[in-house]
């Protein structure tokens, strides 16, 4: 039981740490790029991510925690993919309208759970697809706007949803399999993920925004924050591995579908943004459904906790989800929230 309840606490203080990193970055990009004038959205992740690597380079180095070796081939190919999931979902933005891209967000839970399902012969029970459901109504209802659709921001958009999921999924599956731990994937994972947006995180912004990276003149004060951005990051990047390997990616985008609750109501709250009798009706529904997928995970992984200690009983792993303050079979073992994109069109990690 002393084991269960240091697994417990683990997931809490991830969750709490995904929270609260996310809604720091959102609140200091949301300064740079909206206020300061900073609108190079992918360039600044590949700086997100390099200087993740540098952090965790001198905390293998002073033994904060031991590298493990992975198949090089394997890391490459994760990096890659997760650094291409982060331009496609900014030229998804840049293509589409904040409604489309809104939805384009929603749309990554249910194509995860079908995924997960066809491919990794997970179950969800009806309970929690109801939850799920919910949830996505109550954000839908909170944030999503205009919907103009196009040919090319649709197909952005489709790619967005596919890298995002198969990246998330292999961040779980990968730490499962392979006995390592988020610290350990994201070291070995961040230099490709960060030279792949270095490379094309130029581009793209320039193209986004027809401006320059390289000509943009920085004072001292843009200069502070993209610093305070980037060391936020390597919170946000590490909570993100850690979140998703101690639960599961479903339940990564049902916190991430909190941050935006969260945002929606500082935004209003301290800075005083608009908002309707939709947005906080959104929120509610969006809040009740939390709740039922909390409760629903809760209660079917302790019901199969209390069936797998029966004699002759096999453990399974059966349900992908996790509870968000829940708990999770101890026999199995986290590109950040996009909400400042909706008045800044940027990338947050």
């Not at 697994?7 to 300061?36: P, R, Y």
């Not at 409604?99 to 969800?124: D, H, N, R, S, W």
């Not at 590490?238 to 609750?261: A, D, E, M, R, W």
């Amino acid at each position: 039981m002393g084991e269960m309840s240091g697994f417990q606490l683990g997931v809490i203080g991830a969750l709490f740490l995904s929270v609260a990193s996310s809604v720091s970055i959102v609140i200091c990009n949301k300064a740079l790029m909206s206020h300061l004038g900073f609108p190079f959205a992918t360039t600044l992740t590949s700086w997100h991510l390099m200087v993740t690597y540098c952090t965790l380079h001198v905390a293998q180095r002073f033994n904060f925690f031991e590298n493990k070796a992975i198949d090089m081939q394997t890391v490459m190919l994760f990096g890659i993919l997760n650094g291409v999931s982060i331009g496609f979902l900014n030229l998804s933005l840049g293509f589409n309208s904040i409604g489309f891209y809104q939805m384009t967000k929603l749309a990554i839970i249910p194509f995860t759970v079908l995924l997960e399902t066809l491919f990794l012969k997970k179950q969800f029970s009806q309970k929690i697809k109801f939850s799920l459901f919910l949830l996505l109504v109550g954000v839908g209802i909170a944030s999503v706007t205009d919907l103009q659709l196009n040919l090319v921001g649709t197909v952005l958009s489709l790619l967005a949803i596919v890298t995002t999921c198969v990246g998330q999924i292999l961040t779980n599956t990968i730490q499962k399999r392979l006995n390592v731990s988020s610290t350990q994937l994201l070291y070995q994972s961040a230099p490709f993920q960060a030279a792949i947006l270095f490379v094309s995180g130029p581009l793209v912004d320039q193209y986004l925004t027809r401006q320059n990276v390289f000509a943009y003149k920085y004072s001292p004060i843009v200069s502070g924050f993209i610093i305070l951005s980037c060391l936020i990051a390597v919170s946000v990047n590490f909570s993100t591995f850690l979140v998703i390997g101690k639960t599961s990616p479903v339940t990564y985008q049902v916190l991430g579908h909190l941050k935006t609750c969260l945002v929606l109501g500082f935004g209003y709250t301290l800075l005083h943004d608009p908002f309707t009798e939709r947005n906080i009706i959104g929120i509610l529904v969006a809040i009740i459904g939390m709740g039922l997928y909390s409760y629903f995970c809760t209660h079917e992984n302790k019901k199969k906790q209390l069936g797998d200690l029966s004699p002759g009983s096999q453990i399974k792993d059966k349900n992908s989800s996790t509870p968000l303050l829940g708990v999770k079979n101890m026999g199995h073992q986290e590109k950040e929230s996009h909400e400042v994109k909706k008045s800044t069109k940027g990338s947050l990690v």
